[in-house]
């Protein structure tokens, strides 16, 4: 079994910055498929960045790519998302989550088989 806890979402004014953490259990971490999804109110959940076992390959939704940043600590069994230059648009409920079986990042939802509860990032204008 894998749980998964995010922090650090809040409110912060656009142009500003957050960065959210994902701590996991699970003996094996090192080897999952880790990424952030998000859901803003009435739109489905969103892939934003994914990044591999090893941190050699990372991922990013078009939306995001440029501002924000996915990385891993696997001696810590944590992952982290740093966000810079925040837009109003990005406000919404932040998921980490764990592909346990994948090799590679997938963007589908449904490929994921451990979710955390989520932490809300609110981007004010």
């Known amino acids: 079994q894998v749980q998964l806890v995010e922090s650090g979402g809040g409110l912060v004014q656009a142009g500003g910055s957050l960065r959210l953490s994902c701590a996991a259990s699970g003996r094996i971490f090192s080897s999952y498929i880790m990424a952030w999804f998000r859901q803003a109110p009435g739109k489905q959940r969103e892939f934003v960045a994914g990044?591999?076992?090893?941190?050699?390959?990372?991922y990013y939704a078009d939306s995001v790519k440029g501002r924000f940043t996915i990385s891993r600590d696997n001696a810590k069994n944590t992952v982290y998302l740093q966000m810079n230059s925040l837009k109003p648009e990005d406000t919404a409920l932040y998921y980490c989550a764990a592909d346990v079986f994948g090799s590679i990042i997938r963007v589908r939802t449904a490929e994921y088989e451990y979710w955390g509860q989520g932490t809300q990032v609110t981007v004010s204008s």
């Open positions: 990044i591999t076992w090893s941190s050699a390959r990372t």
